[in-house]
Antibody, heavy 127, light 111 residues
Framework: QVQLQQWGAGLLKPSETLSLTCAVY????????WSWIRQPPGKGLEWIGE???????NYNPSLKSRVTISVDTSKNQFSLKLSSVTAADTAVYYC?????????????????????WGKGTTVTVSS | QSVLTQPPSASGTPGQRVTISCSGS????????VNWYQQLPGTAPKLLIY???QRPSGVPDRFSGSKSGTSASLAISGLQSEDEADYYC????????????FGTGTKVTVL
């Protein structure tokens, strides 16, 4: 059974860079896309972006200028960096697996869904 | 930034049927399949329905999804106390360079 374990710094100052990592255990890594989602306190979910094993990425246009998602296939891990954080970036950050796997791009985005989630990391931005 | 609109709340007594709507547009629900996620208090979201109406293994058949045009709905029949949670619809949006969009979320209360 696939499990995602995530970690990273939980308290940042404004203008610093948020850095989180998610490790994948117990399943295929290369066949899937992997994503990051965040949820501000008391608010809804926001998709941040995705990456596959070969490093192909897709980002939310509203965050694209500050986001970098990278992958380390040797460790079955993927990471999120968000630069120049402000209080508005305070949220619980989740990593997740994107399905379906191993399909053409048109099919990937037609059916797109997250079927395995990490437990979340709370990130607070405060001076 | 949510482009999928849901009612903020819904409620019912145990055993009742509750329905949650999700309204989108031609670039998201109108073009791609809809998914639903359940988020119990203090936990990560869980996939509840994918591809409009498919249930992952382990999800009770009390939960069902449907889609018509640019709208979708989630129905919970035989409501149980453990169904009290936030529910989010979601779909890929083909606008701009594409992004995955979530609904505004609906809090379901079991009275």
């Amino acid at each position: 059974q696939v499990q995602l374990q995530q970690w990273g710094a939980g308290l940042l100052k404004p203008s610093e860079t948020l850095s989180l990592t998610c490790a994948v255990y117990g399943g295929s890594f290369s066949g899937y896309y992997w994503s990051w989602i965040r949820q501000p306190p008391g608010k809804g979910l926001e998709w941040i972006g995705e990456i596959n094993h070969s490093g192909s990425t897709n980002y939310n246009p509203s965050l694209k200028s500050r986001v970098t998602i990278s992958v380390d296939t040797s460790k079955n891990q993927f990471s999120l960096k968000l630069s120049s954080v402000t209080a508005a970036d305070t949220a619980v950050y989740y990593c997740a697996r994107v399905s379906p796997p191993l399909v053409p791009a048109a099919v990937h985005y037609y059916y797109y869904y997250m079927d395995v989630w990490g437990k979340g990391t709370t990130v607070t931005v405060s001076s | 930034q949510s482009v999928l609109t849901q009612p903020p709340s819904a409620s019912g007594t145990p055993g009742q049927r509750v329905t949650i709507s999700c309204s989108g547009s031609s670039s998201n629900i109108g073009s791609n399949t809809v998914n639903w996620y359940q988020q119990l208090p203090g936990t990560a979201p869980k996939l509840l329905i994918y591809s409009n109406n498919q249930r992952p293994s382990g999800v009770p058949d009390r939960f069902s999804g449907s889609k018509s045009g640019t709208s979708a709905s989630l129905a919970i029949s035989g409501l149980q106390s453990e169904d009290e949670a936030d529910y989010y619809c979601a779909a890929w949006d083909d606008s701009l360079n594409g992004l995955y969009v979530f609904g505004t979320g609906t809090k379901v209360t079991v009275l």
